[in-house]
């Protein structure tokens, strides 16, 4: 009887452990939690509404310590970032919100463009290249690729940025952009190229456009001087 009794009460205490005296299921948990980031979250975004921004990031930040991320909360975290200047850790969030989303083609051209803003090039060259994956044919994200690899002294690289832009594209560059390429091309060394695209895009740029006739320009005489 007493063997009896011990087996019970050994069966009554696993059961009492795993079903129902405190202690909870990791799937309890995660549902408690997941519930906790979405309150946050909409709290945070009432916040930022009143322009409150830094209340916001502060609850986000501690949310996210405590009960884990969430796309939204990461979102929103970056949006409260770059209203506060802090552009750095704004980009970081934008990237992270679409790391935990799957692929969030949005979420990475803020990122992008937002590290772009804060000077962090090499950072913004990857989220670029990460979005053109989304995104192949945007024109726009080659040219900012482009020319985050020019910042960096990186010419071949923003070279091959704004061809590969052109021919995803799949449409003629405009003079604008056939003046950026020809000038690409005489940074990485090819006069004749650069002389070419130059000459093209100068007989086809009217008078008024003045900003991209002297860039043009600029150029030309940049190949023509040394001769």
Request: charged share 25%; proline share 2%; net charge positive.
């Amino acid at each position: 009887m007493k063997f009896i009794f011990k087996r019970l009460s050994a069966a009554a205490a696993l059961a009492c452990l795993f079903a129902g005296c405190g202690e909870k299921t990791p799937e309890q948990l995660a549902a408690e939690n997941k519930k906790a980031v979405e309150i946050s979250v909409k709290r945070a975004q009432v916040m930022m509404f009143e322009g409150d921004y830094a209340k916001a990031a502060e609850l986000l930040e501690e949310t996210s310590r405590s009960r884990g991320d969430s796309a939204a909360l990461c979102e929103a975290l970056a949006y409260s970032y770059a209203q506060l200047g802090r552009g750095a850790e704004a980009a970081i969030f934008f990237e992270k919100a679409s790391d935990v989303s799957g692929g969030s083609a949005q979420m990475l051209a803020n990122a992008a463009k937002t590290y772009e803003q804060a000077g962090q090039f090499q950072s913004a060259a990857r989220a670029y290249e990460k979005y053109l994956k989304l995104k192949p044919r945007d024109m726009i994200a080659w040219k900012s690729l482009s020319k985050c690899h020019e910042k960096m002294s990186k010419y071949q690289d923003a070279l091959n940025a704004y061809l590969e832009g052109v021919k995803k594209s799949e449409r003629n560059p405009d003079t604008r952009e056939a003046c950026d390429i020809g000038n690409l091309f005489l940074k990485v060394g090819n006069a004749v190229q650069g002389r070419r695209w130059l000459e093209a895009a100068l007989a086809a740029t009217s008078e008024e456009n003045r900003q991209t006739r002297a860039d043009i320009l600029k150029g030309l005489v940049a190949v023509y001087l040394p001769q």
